[in-house]
């Protein structure tokens, strides 16, 4: 389970979300036979950390992403 959905948050939704940033030129994506993958783009993922260091939630973001990273990690390892 992914952090979204651990807030609530339904795979529709993410996807939705998802498809909105790639419509509005915010995410950009590789699709091949198998699989699809996403990239933030370089001034979207600035954008973004600028304002998370506005608000002071830099090191919260990032401890989160590692805790889910590290989560996912070990799931793998299982």
Known sequence: MGPLQELGVG????????AGLVE???IATRID????QYRLLDTA?????EKLEEHAEVNVVFR????YVAGYLEELRC
Do not use: V
């Open 24 to 26: 509005k030129s915010l």
């Open 64 to 67: 989160r992403h590692a805790e």
């Open 45 to 49: 993922r600035a954008c973004a950390l």
């Open 11 to 18: 795979t529709g939704e993410i996807f939705d979300a998802i």
């Open 33 to 36: 036979e198998t699989q699809a």
